[in-house]
């Protein structure tokens, strides 16, 4: 099994620290060995990511922090900065160094530096960025570190939104980059259905190094995807993957209680290898995460949680459902609910401000 990890890394809106604590609690016991905090809504690890933290932030980092150790997890911060590939001038340096030390403050394990979700078509664009993770790594205390580039996938759809990306991208990238830097790739698609041994080997061949995969599942962010719960247990990832990847970490639901039912599924995926069954796995899953009522119901309701989509779910079929999972007292039921009522809505507008 490769070392598993939780990236909390959507868009919409954020978890509360609360709902953190418990899913360490939950997914530490089970196998999960770090928490990288990189929510798209945390705008100072983001598009405003050169302004330091307040006083009261850095507290609150520390103390979840040092929970995550107590259940045996790492825990990481990804720093995305915005821009500093385009002007990465002494006034950026000095502003990174500052926020290194921040998060040193914090006591970070480790430190991914993030490059997604930011327009990638510069021609030396490989080399720029190497520069600011050299720099990066030679100011902080982390003991491991972390890189997702520009490009973390073949698919069309990045260089659509980000500009085409510059000729051997991927291979500029690996090389340029020191070998103990874990690089994050997510697989043949942004959201992979499936991610073989044989596109792994690929990967490894053209990074000059064996991935870290980063797991666009369950992740239900974007407008279209918020539309559903994705519950069920991982298909379209095979134990043998574990030996042609260095870890593989998952980008969480937004629902962060009921995330924990796929997400507990995937050791399982490990350790069983070819004795696993994705709906058997579910009920194990969902009977240790949410008790043995609510995850009866999830599962006589999973057509219409996961495979409708709000939109085509009629108002009365989503009051009845509603109103079922009201009277059970859990986070997870709560969150159905909330779901149901539209309170997890992603709009065009968050992807493009957050």
Sequence with gaps: MPELGIIE???????????????????APAGYRYFHYAPKAEAKLRKQWIEPFSELEIKTLSQFSNHCRQHGMRFG???????????????????????????DAIGIDDLAILFDDMDGDVADLA?????IIAFATDHSRAGA??????????????????GARPPNYLEDFGRGIDPAVAIYWTGEEVCSAEISPGHL??????????????????????????????????????????KLITHHAINPMSQPHLGCIPALTLPMLYRKGGDYCYGRAFLEAATKAVGLDLAAMLHADMLALCDSGLDRLSEARKAKLAVRYTALDHPAAREVVDWLNGGYAITG??????
């Design 145 to 162: 570190f972390f890189t997702c580039p520009s490009y973390y996938s073949d698919d069309p759809l990045l260089d659509r939104v980000f």
């Design 127 to 131: 080399q720029r960025q190497s520069e």
């Design 77 to 103: 911060v990804g720093l995305t900065p915005f821009a500093a590939h385009l002007d990465f001038s002494a006034d950026v340096r000095a502003g990174m160094k500052a926020k290194l030390a921040q998060l």
């Design 201 to 242: 080997a690929d990967v490894t061949q053209r990074l000059g190094r064996m991935p870290a995969l980063w797991d666009n599942y369950p992740v239900n962010d974007g407008p279209r995807m918020a539309q559903y719960l994705h519950l069920r247990g991982f298909t379209g990832r095979s134990a043998a993957a574990g």
């Design 9 to 27: 890394g959507y868009f919409g809106r954020s978890w509360s620290w609360d709902d953190r604590a418990a899913i360490v609690a939950t997914l």
């Design 349 to 354: 507008e968050m992807l493009q401000t957050q």
